[in-house]
């Protein structure tokens, strides 16, 4: 049976998605890329991962001990995201601005800035799983709407707030699941 990576492709960009951009300083130069896979790992201690492309420019930057920011990309950004997925392509940026930041760049204007320090450098297929250990958090002016990604199109969040969801308490026992009675 023959693998079908269209198909794959196609399925996974129905999962929505916030836009990200990794930047990190470099001697007198700042690196930057976006990136589609950036996530929470783990609350104690406070780590994210981000997936960088196996053949990206930057991949090589991205050595334990190295500091970066992750910018989470605010709603009226896209064009920001673009430029950056395009890196190293003749195309005039738009206007923006990184400022340094606890050892690293942040990306002004952005909906939430972490500064990272990397911790691990994990091979994933075509891509490298960074794994960074949160130093800093800068949370950006409200309102804070976030770049969606879906069905390779950005969006928007609705104005309205949505369902809150439920508090959980960690207990001791293990694991608990949450769900909603039909």
Known sequence: MTF???AFRQSMSQLPTGVAVVALAEEDAIHAMTVGSFT???LDPPLVLACIG???RMAPLFAVGQMFSANVLRSDQAALS???ARAGMAETPPPHRFLPWEGSPRLEGSAVSLACRVDQVVPGGDHLIVIGRVQAIHLGLTPRDPLIFFDRRYH???AGTGDQAPEIEAQEEGPRAFYEMW
């Open 82 to 84: 673009t430029y950056f």
């Open 40 to 42: 929470s790992l783990s």
């Open 4 to 6: 079908d990576s269209a």
């Open 156 to 158: 928007r969040v609705g």
């Open 54 to 56: 196996g053949r990206a």
